[in-house]
């Protein structure tokens, strides 16, 4: 009897629902945070497939597009290779800034972008880039969507699934409905955790906070965290273990600054 | 430049119609002047009743009753001109139109392919004659030889070999050398009635009389001084190309003669270590018309493959309103803009599977010719503070090939804060009514796209001034102060006031980015 190692094998059997063989380059990307990986199946986020992410109303949609640079940026840190970027055109009036990129540690040289005008061009643009696996990842930003649904999101995955690229896609807080993809992620924005005083009478705003949740994942369980994005190690925290470095005084300028507007201490938020 | 022959073609402009009516058919093309209806063309029919060119119509229709008028169109004539003379880049492609009825083709080289150039002369006539054309065709080795023997030759088709341009000219009228007519009728005048006349005499009295351009025109004509075409279409580097004595019927077949075009073209370039960067396809119809499909790639190559892709995915789009008629006769294929190919280092950080770095290139290109290069873009930082023009999408193909210092620029904008900038900016900051507590403060309360908002964190003033550099003092912009601030639901803003209090009354505020 030959001997078939226990890789080959996991291989076969993932290949058993679809008849797509994964890739030989199949890997996972880590979010830096061992809770969150430990959620996801096999511990960390499928390197090959469709990764969602919506914000929770329209006003977090600035908060989905920075967990997704996060996720951008932890899987530019484990694999080389360049991204593309596929957005269309204006939407939103909101279009990416270069230097901004820098805080979540992605270098902006690595971003191809590809600026669309119409929805099926879109997903054309993504799928294109899912068939060439000398890419890193994918992003596609949706926020319009008519004609992305369960099919479309399936046939992205098998792309996915074949070629070893990672797709994340950015959709409307409007976004439910069934779809094919690996893990779905909402995203509202936190008030982040307080900082030290500033020049200003107002506290300074601290790190980048979300309460994320994640609402699908092959395993099952529907996890919320809060999270911090920290651009120094460039990887997601918890927002529970990042230290309240708030010194005690500052409770003092704080109540001085103009009883008309009650603010209330920024505490960690847990 | 060796061998150079020219084809000076002349046509008939009042052949608009196939002349296959037996009937007597005088016909005229009328334009109005000041003075009325005057006569710009006529044809043979009406020649021979006596019609002549700028007679006015009454006179015309006196001398000729049954003479049938159609308004003529100079516009339109040259239009059809400069078609006809694309059409005609299936002899060679250095081709351009002469207004108003004439056609200068460079066939160096090229009509060997022909089987020679009285073979070449024959097809031109019979093909034009196909689409009713007369042409008058000379074939000589200087351009302005070439137009002589056309435009005043005895045949329709005179071909002047080498060494006889100045026998083939001597007995042509001096107007055949293009110059000035009030030049030809003064020397016609002193008895200087052919060109034969004027090869041999003393130069510089000529000049002295009747102007450099005379003798110019001459040494042009005898082959002394060069005098270059431009031509209507830049033309190729490198061409390939496949004619069919029977004409083709099927779209799908022009997809197989691609294939068959592109393996010669990429072993041509392969052989002399050359790469394109933009091929373009032709493809030729039996009635004259020529559809031509432009790709572009961003990286030099030399790969039918790709050729082959990119043209292909062009053609299928254009497949579905193009008609091939009565059939093809004549696919081409053309490299443009070639240079010499470097071979590109491998890239060192490798992922097991994936795949060559060829695989992407493709890829940038099948978007960028579907889409359109401008809208595949890489990041590239300028040199400004301002932050909307501080870094810039530019277009992959200008995009500059080595790396910009992204840390550096980083470092240099933001003093060292790396979250410092929005992840995401509006295309133009969008003025919010804001009220700020003290004049230079971050503001407490502020109204943005009809929703308000309470601060209660802020970051800064950020103070950055304009570019009084660049600009006259009037359209200088107030300075701005940036704050980034986060609003009682966590939301988080950048916002700028527009001005200081000292110089303006009333700072305006605006809304310029957003933070995740």
């Not at chain 1, 507007?261 to 960690?268: C, D, G, H, L, S």
């Not at chain 2, 053309?334 to 795949?355: S, V, Y």
């Amino acid at each position: 009897m030959s001997a078939i190692s226990v890789e080959e094998l996991k291989r076969r059997i993932s290949a058993i629902p679809d008849g797509v063989e994964p890739s030989a380059g199949g890997s996972f990307i880590s979010t830096g945070c061992p809770e969150i990986d430990l959620a996801l199946p096999p511990p960390g986020l499928a390197g090959a497939a469709v990764h969602e992410v919506a914000g929770a109303g329209y006003q977090d949609r600035s908060a989905a597009l920075g967990f997704a640079l996060g996720l951008t940026a932890r899987l530019l840190k484990e694999r080389p290779g360049p991204l593309i970027w596929c957005q269309m055109r204006d939407h939103d009036r909101l279009h990416i800034h270069g230097p901004g990129l820098m805080a979540f540690g992605i270098d902006p040289d690595r971003l191809t972008k590809i600026t669309l005008r119409r929805e099926s061009d879109l997903l054309w643009a993504l799928e294109e880039a899912l068939d060439c696996p000398y890419v890193a990842g994918v992003v596609g930003i949706l926020w319009s969507e008519k004609l992305y649904n369960f099919t479309a999101s399936r046939r992205l995955s098998l792309r996915a699934k074949k070629s070893g690229v990672t797709a994340l896609l950015v959709r409307s807080h409007h976004a439910t409905g069934s779809s094919a993809a690996k893990t779905r992620w909402r995203i509202a924005t936190a008030p982040s955790p307080a900082s030290t005083q500033g020049k200003s009478m107002l506290p300074r705003p601290g790190r980048a906070g979300w309460r994320v949740d994640l609402t699908k994942s092959g395993t099952g369980w529907n996890k919320k965290w809060n999270v911090v994005w920290n651009h120094e190690a460039i990887r997601f925290d918890l927002a529970s273990r990042v230290a309240d470095r708030a010194p005690a005084a500052d409770n003092g300028p704080a109540i001085n600054n103009g009883p008309a507007f009650a603010q209330k201490p920024t505490a960690a938020v847990g | 430049m060796g061998l150079r022959s020219t084809t000076g073609l002349l046509l008939h402009k009042n052949q608009q119609q196939p002349s296959a009516k037996p009937a007597f058919a005088p016909l005229a093309l009328v334009a109005m002047v000041s003075g009325g209806a005057r006569i710009m063309a006529i044809n043979p029919d009406a020649a021979r009743s006596g019609v002549m060119v700028d007679q006015s119509l009454a006179d015309a229709r006196a001398i000729c009753p049954v003479l049938q008028v159609h308004d003529s169109d100079p516009a339109g004539d040259l239009r059809d001109l400069e078609k006809l003379a694309c059409w005609c880049i299936r002899y060679s492609p250095w081709v351009a139109a002469d207004a108003p009825d004439g056609i200068i083709i460079d066939i160096t080289g090229a009509s060997h392919l022909m089987g020679g150039e009285d073979k070449l002369a024959e097809d031109l006539r019979h093909r034009l004659a196909g689409f009713g054309l007369q042409g008058r065709i000379g074939i000589a080795k200087t351009m302005g030889a070439a137009w002589a023997v056309s435009h005043f030759g005895a045949a329709p088709v005179n071909i002047v070999k080498d060494g006889d341009t100045a026998t083939a000219l001597a007995g042509l009228p001096i107007a055949a050398l293009r110059v000035w007519s009030d030049t030809s009728d003064r020397l016609e005048q002193v008895g200087l009635k052919n060109i034969g006349a004027l090869i041999g005499k003393p130069r510089a009295p000529l000049a002295a009389r009747y102007g450099e351009d005379l003798i110019l025109r001459l040494d042009q004509a005898l082959g002394h001084r060069d005098e270059s075409l431009a031509a209507i279409a830049p033309p190729p580097d490198y061409r390939t190309f496949s004619a069919f004595p029977e004409p083709l019927l099927l779209r799908e077949q022009i997809q197989e003669c691609l294939i068959d075009l592109a393996t010669p073209m990429a072993r041509l370039l392969e052989e002399k270590g050359y790469g394109a960067r933009r091929f373009s396809l032709s493809i030729y119809r039996v009635d004259g018309d020529v559809r031509t499909l432009f790709v572009r790639t961003s990286a030099l190559t030399h790969r039918a493959d790709i050729m082959v892709r990119l043209i292909s995915e062009k053609l299928a789009a254009m497949a579905e309103d193009y008609d091939p008629g009565c059939g093809f006769e004549l696919v081409v294929l053309n490299a443009h803009d070639t240079e010499i190919i470097t071979a590109r280092q491998q890239e060192l950080d490798h992922r097991p599977g994936m795949g060559e770095r060829s695989a992407f290139d493709m890829l940038i290109d099948r978007y960028g010719n579907r889409l359109g290069f401008e809208n595949v873009g890489r990041f590239v930082p300028c040199e400004s503070h301002i932050p909307e023009r501080s870094e810039r999408l530019i277009s992959i193909t200008d995009a500059p090939t080595t790396a910009a210092n992204w840390p550096d620029f980083t470092r240099h904008l933001q003093q060292g804060h790396m979250s410092g900038r929005p992840i995401a900016l509006l295309p133009r900051p969008e003025q919010i009514t804001a009220i700020a507590e003290v004049p230079d403060g971050a503001p407490v309360l502020f109204d943005w796209r009809r929703v308000s908002h309470r601060v209660v964190k802020a970051e800064g003033p950020e103070r950055i001034a304009p570019e009084w550099w660049g600009r006259r003092s009037q359209e200088v912009e107030p300075t701005r102060d940036y704050f980034r601030i986060e609003d009682m639901d966590g939301y988080r803003f950048w916002i700028f006031r527009l001005g200081l209090y000292e110089r303006l009354e009333k700072p305006s505020w605006y809304m310029h980015g957003l933070f995740p």
